[in-house]
């Protein structure tokens, strides 16, 4: 059965890394005997241009019928003047396709020690997993505004903590079976809610899953001190949002980090976890990797194909180990040349 695949291209850097997704899903999907289909659709500021719409109803309905989407990166100075939002489009697909659960990998890269802010030995071996709620919780709560008193409710039900801590069990079967779940259980009530889910669900589904529970303000601590300790870190959506950008400076290069956001109902959403930027695009800058594991996770999350998404993993490990990169990791290759690398390597 063939597969069907949206690209987002979107703005900036945008076009330049989804060429670099696809080639690797076509290398890889060749390699494996995976029939592959991609269509093309406009996202952003170029969708605004093109239709006066960040999110275009033909977009949208590519998007809801494909079996995944790859999404470059969607804004730009261009569109920051006025007008419509590129970055409404991608709220829209969010909500479009269901996206629940964000899932961040973090990998500190064998030979990239240098590049993490901290000490190579600190950094070394971290290679966690961040799976964070993304559609509950503090953000979608009711809000008061005013000038005297504010407020912004955090609520979460039962069945989205268990969806979301399915998620992490899930992933953490293909890796170290290590689940750790931040939380504030000493002064939410939600939190409280969290954990006990988690315990009961561990209990229940996963009894071969090792799970601990880690306050939110001290993970922020240990994150910094022995990041290589995680395997899979559970969390929910603010928790997720502040403690996914602190983790993904560990390892690096932005240029490097690839994202997943899972749904029921949808194969998901795949895109690196970087911006458009407007300031090396269409110069043949742009590290193509975080996009490419990004493509990677798509073979696996939405498709079910583990060994391919293995093969794309090991091709790029391989390059950079053999110091094929782009300049935001020291390298001097082009985007091409690190594409044209990774794909030898796929059919090697
Ligand atoms: P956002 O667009 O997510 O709101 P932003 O515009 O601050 O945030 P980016 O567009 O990701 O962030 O760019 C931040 C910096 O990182 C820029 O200097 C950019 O050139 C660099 N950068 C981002 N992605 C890559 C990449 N794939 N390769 C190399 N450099 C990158
Ligand atoms: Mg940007």
């Given at each position: ?21 696809r080639?690797?899903?076509?290398k ?11 269509s ?8 605004i ?55 961040r ?9 240098h ?10 071996g ?10 509950g ?5 009711d ?7 504010a407020?912004?409710l955090?609520?979460y ?7 979301i801590?399915r ?9 170290s ?30 009894p ?10 001290a993970?922020a ?5 022995r990041p290589?300790?995680f395997?899979?870190?559970l ?5 997720g949002d502040?403690l ?15 994202s ?18 407007p ?12 996009a ?11 498709l079910?194909?583990?060994d ?15 110091g094929?990169?782009?300049g935001?990791?020291?390298?001097s ?6 594409i044209?690398?990774v794909c ?5």
């Amino acid at each position: 059965m063939t597969h069907t695949i949206v690209l987002l291209p979107g703005d900036g850097i945008g076009p330049e890394v989804a060429q670099a997704a696809r080639a690797v899903l076509e290398k890889a999907g060749a390699a494996h005997g995976l029939p592959l289909e991609f269509s093309s659709h406009d996202i952003g500021g170029c969708a605004i241009d093109a239709h006066g719409d960040p999110f275009p109803d033909a977009t949208a309905e590519a998007c809801v019928e494909a079996d995944a989407v790859f999404l470059g990166a969607v804004g730009g100075p261009k569109w920051d003047a006025g007008g419509p939002r590129p970055e409404a489009g991608l709220l829209a697909l969010r909500r479009a396709l269901g996206a629940f659960a964000n899932l961040r990998p973090i990998t500190l890269f064998p030979g990239l020690e240098h590049l993490s802010p901290l000490k190579a030995e600190r950094a070394s071996g971290t290679d966690m997993l961040i799976v964070r709620e993304l559609t509950g919780g503090i953000y979608f709560g009711d809000k008061v505004e005013g000038d005297e008193n504010a407020s912004d409710l955090c609520s979460y039900s039962r069945q989205e903590v268990e969806r979301i801590a399915r998620i992490a069990f899930d992933a953490a079967r293909g890796r170290s079976r290590r689940v750790t779940s931040v939380d504030k259980a000493n002064v939410l009530a939600t939190s409280r809610l969290w954990r006990n889910t988690v315990i009961a669900l561990r209990d229940a589904d996963y009894p071969d899953i090792e799970l601990d529970h880690v306050l939110v303000d001290a993970m922020a601590m240990k994150l910094i001190e022995r990041p290589a300790a995680f395997d899979v870190v559970l969390t929910e959506n603010m928790f997720g949002d502040i403690l996914s950008d602190e983790a993904s400076v560990i390892a690096g290069s932005i240029g490097l980090a690839p994202s997943a956001s899972l749904s029921q109902t949808h194969g998901g959403l795949y895109e690196p976890i970087h911006g458009s930027a407007p300031d090396i695009a269409g110069q043949g800058k742009a590290n193509p990797v975080g996009a490419m594991l990004s493509a990677a996770m798509l073979l696996r999350h939405a498709l079910g194909q583990e060994d391919a998404a293995v093969t794309i993993e090991g091709a790029i490990a391989a390059c950079l180990s053999d110091g094929i990169g782009t300049g935001d990791i020291g390298g001097s290759a082009s985007t091409h040349e690190v594409i044209s690398a990774v794909c030898e390597r796929i059919s090697a």
